[in-house]
């Protein structure tokens, strides 16, 4: 189970990023996936997660109508489109899965839920 995440960049606050998680050695379709970031001196926090079954999908609070999950299993892709960035938003994102079958928890995003780990992609946000 190998996840490459990609797209991060720089951009200033008010822009947009699209990142991509892409999936090798399984089959997307029967996993949920979820992106998680690091700022530095801070803790990992969960920013979004996508069910297999029925694309349900939840949002940590700060990012709710700015950052949207989608999922394109026939490309073995998971998205995470970023938009009206903020300074805060800076941070290393990782996306994650976990056990076949998992469905995104609607109250949180927890790290313990998710075993296989991408390598990371840097999103800076500034002026």
């Known amino acids: 189970v190998q996840l490459q995440a990609s797209g991060g960049g720089s951009v200033q606050p008010g822009g947009s990023l699209r990142l991509s998680c892409v999936a090798s050695?399984?089959?997307?379709?029967?996993?949920?996936i979820a992106w998680f970031r690091q700022a530095p001196g801070k803790e990992r926090e969960g920013v979004s997660c996508i069910s297999s079954s029925d694309g349900f999908t939840t949002y940590a609070d700060s990012v709710k109508g700015r950052f949207t999950i989608s999922r394109e299993n026939a490309k073995n892709t998971v998205y995470l489109q970023m938009n009206s960035l903020k300074p805060e938003d800076s941070a290393v994102y990782y996306c994650?899965?976990?056990?076949?079958?998992?469905?995104?928890?609607?109250?949180?995003?927890?790290?313990?839920?998710?075993?296989?780990w991408g390598q990371g992609t840097l999103v800076t946000v500034s002026s």
């Open positions: 994650a899965t976990g056990d076949p079958m998992y469905y995104c928890s609607e109250d949180y995003i927890d790290e313990a839920d998710f075993s296989s």
């Open positions: 050695g399984f089959t997307l379709d029967y996993y949920a």
